[in-house]
């Protein structure tokens, strides 16, 4: 028995009215997140695995199209959850509303502990790395930098919502015309085929190519945390979805033209570092130390959305959970969950800390996080099936178009990434499951506090 005013599982986090999240976000505001999250540190190291698994240019253009198409068809999911059941926990409120408290509960706790935080600290990482390669601050040097980045982009969205979403949308514009300022490289300045050709072109698994690309795409769905801050949520989760991800796509079709322009497709093939070699051919060293300090900026804004994102998921966490109780404090003036992001940032540097002690940052959170990550992706996608069914008579301002088979499609290709991130994972993902496998007997313990 639950004791009297304990919040039954379907209802969604109910918050104070002084301290609510308000509808602040505009959905230019909300497409300068999705892209800022999105493009990260992978455009600039998957289009030579890509290459390396296609078997021609025509097949690797075809791949980020098709990227493309099932990011947005996992979009349409998507935007008919978060119109339907705006929320501040997001996913979170769907697998409750859909599977019951004790999911739920396993999905805030996988978020908090492993995808949000790894997802964080693998990012960190990156730009760490790539700061290194412009100012050297010892062995450390990486880490120095992640742990400074996660600390400063964590206070910044502490101060409140307004600093957080200014920062993100310079962040992102500095992204985006870096990138485009890499494009022109590629296709205007540089003379075709610039890099000789090895004799033969290397085999490989398309299927490897497209987990790749997916990959690069991934991020898009962090939209479904900010539902209850979009201004006039029922038109533009939509639009900034639809939007976001159409600018996504060309910008990935447009570098990989150039990457294909400057170094041909064999030449994309065995590169090292696509990037740095495009840039190299053109602007020699000047030009590799600029591709340096564009990937640093990249990873910086996509670290700080999703940052802003995750201590949304804790914040519901701590609505509906006792031991977490601490977390259900959302401070009005700044409009920002203060302590779900002061814990998010302290599991983060925990991770740092793991990285370096195994001395392969990336790798191992990448590891740690990918198979928990489309686990919980699969059963959200299944979440709009259920949903359909035990409460049919909600409002549904949007509608995924061809139901079923549009979520049957996502929910397929979720499927298959769940099963090729177990296949090419090792121990880091074997630590991820443990550490979700403990949020067990910590829901065990919460139940029997609230009996």
Not at 113 to 142: C, E, N
Request: proline share 5%.
């Amino acid at each position: 028995m639950s004791r009297p005013g304990n919040r039954v599982a379907w209802q969604s986090p109910v918050i104070p009215e002084a301290a609510a999240p308000r509808p602040t976000l505009t959905w230019v505001d909300a497409v300068a997140l999705i892209v800022g999250i999105v493009i990260g540190a992978g455009i600039f190291e998957t289009p030579a695995l890509v290459a390396a698994n296609a078997n021609s240019a025509e097949m690797l253009l075809f791949t980020w199209l098709l990227g493309g198409g099932i990011s947005v068809v996992g979009a349409l999911c998507y935007a008919e959850l978060a119109t339907t059941y705006p929320s501040v926990g997001g996913v979170y409120d769907y697998l409750k509303r859909a599977f019951g408290k004790a999911v739920a509960f396993l999905f805030a706790w996988a978020r908090m502990t492993v995808v949000q935080t790894g997802s964080i600290a693998l990012l960190a990482f990156v730009f760490g790395d790539y700061m290194t390669q412009l100012v050297y601050l010892g062995d450390f040097s990486a880490s120095i930098y992640a742990a400074l980045a996660i600390a400063l982009l964590t206070a910044l969205n502490i101060v409140g919502l307004q600093v957080g979403k200014r920062t993100q949308n310079w962040l992102t514009l500095a992204k985006v015309l870096g990138l485009i300022l890499v494009i022109g490289v590629g296709l205007l300045f540089t003379a075709p085929h610039a890099a000789p050709p090895p004799s033969s072109t290397t085999g490989g698994s398309w299927g490897l190519a497209l987990l790749f690309v997916l990959l690069s795409y991934g991020g898009w769905n962090e939209a479904a945390y900010i539902s209850a801050e979009i201004r006039d949520v029922k038109r533009n989760m939509v639009r900034s979805l639809l939007w976001s991800l159409g600018l996504i796509t060309a910008i990935y079709l447009l570098i990989n033209l150039a990457f294909l322009h400057g170094l041909g497709f064999a030449g994309m093939a065995q590169s090292k570092a696509v990037a740095a070699d495009l840039l190299r051919v053109t602007f020699g060293h000047p030009g590799a130390m600029f591709i340096s300090l564009l990937i640093a900026v990249a990873t910086l804004g996509a670290t700080n959305a999703t940052i802003f994102t995750g201590a949304r998921t804790n914040f519901a966490l701590g609505q509906d959970f006792a031991l977490f109780r601490f977390l259900d404090r959302w401070q009005p003036l700044p409009s920002s969950p203060i302590p779900a992001f002061l814990l998010q940032g302290a599991i983060a540097l925990a991770l740092v800390g793991l990285g370096t002690f195994t001395r392969e940052g990336f790798k191992t959170m990448v590891e740690y996080t990918a198979p928990i990550f489309w686990f919980f992706f699969l059963l959200t996608g299944l979440s709009l099936f259920v949903l359909r069914r035990k409460d049919p008579m909600r409002s549904r301002p949007f509608v995924v178009p061809f139901y079923p088979l549009t979520p049957l499609l996502f929910c397929g290709v979720c499927g298959y990434l769940l099963y090729s991130s177990l296949a090419y994972t090792g121990l880091g993902a074997l630590v991820g499951i443990v550490v979700v496998a403990l949020g067990i007997p910590v829901w065990l313990w919460d139940r029997y506090r609230s009996t």
